[in-house]
T-cell receptor, first 109, second 116 residues
Framework: GENVEQHPSTLSVQEGDSAVIKCTYS??????FPWYKQELGKRPQLIID?????GEKKDQRIAVTLNKTAKHFSLHITETQPEDSAVYFC????????FGTGTRLTIIP | DGGITQSPKYLFRKEGQNVTLSCEQN?????MYWYRQDPGQGLRLIYY???????QKGDIAEGYSVSREKKESFPLTVTSAQKNPTAFYLC???????????????FGQGTRLTVV
């Protein structure tokens, strides 16, 4: 089955700097790669996603890149703000939706 | 108001008892999922269902059971065989895009189960 690894598990970034979270997956049949943000005490919510026929996607300060050959994808957050502090999960979907172990991002004011 | 609803929010269970967590959605989604969330371990898949009357085991199905008799409902039973059931349980639903890649998963607010 699919295995998704996510790094780092914790990340502290100065406000205004960039943050990068990386994930790898094992199943070459996976073709959809979403990223979810979970704030404390709340449910995970989709922030951006990418499909296997695309290499990069941007939405304002957030971008995701995908390298299908290497089976890895990354989340990039630029100009970080305090409200970006949360736990971020990557996921990969082939037959089922499999999540990584999460990254706790802390933005230091 | 469309969405996905889990109940109860908090649940206490005595050792040796079975307990059922409810998940209902009115989004007309075909696929429904149950995840378990423990600190530092992300979201681990328990069971999922792509269509009514059909479901598959996820990565940690032992000690759990599900049913999918209606499109809107996907209840999870935590049985006494689950050795460490204390956790936060999340239900999600997704529109199945047959013949295409995935779609956004919508999550419920979760049920926190504690064994006492």
């Amino acid at each position: 089955g699919e295995n998704v690894e996510q790094h780092p598990s914790t990340l502290s970034v100065q406000e205004g700097d960039s943050a990068v979270i990386k994930c790898t997956y094992s199943d070459s049949a996976s073709n959809y790669f979403p990223w979810y943000k979970q704030e404390l005490g709340k449910r995970p919510q989709l922030i951006i996603d990418i499909r296997s026929n695309v290499g990069e996607k941007k939405d304002q300060r957030i971008a995701v890149t995908l390298n299908k050959t290497a089976k890895h994808f990354s989340l990039h957050i630029t100009e970080t703000q305090p409200e970006d502090s949360a736990v971020y999960f990557c996921a990969a979907m082939g037959e089922k939706l499999t999540f990584g172990t999460g990254t706790r991002l802390t933005i230091i004011p | 108001d469309g969405g996905i609803t889990q109940s109860p929010k908090y649940l206490f269970r005595k050792e040796g008892q079975n307990v059922t967590l409810s998940c209902e959605q009115n989004l007309n989604h075909d696929a429904m999922y149950w995840y378990r969330q423990d600190p530092g371990q992300g979201l681990r898949l328990i069971y999922y269902s792509q269509i009514v009357n059909d479901f598959q085991k996820g990565d940690i199905a032992e000690g759990y059971s599900v049913s999918r008799e209606k499109k809107e409902s996907f209840p999870l039973t935590v049985t006494s065989a689950q050795k460490n059931p204390t956790a936060f349980y999340l239900c999600a639903s997704m529109l199945n895009l047959w013949g295409s890649s995935g779609a956004e998963a919508f999550f419920g607010q979760g049920t926190r189960l504690t064994v006492v």
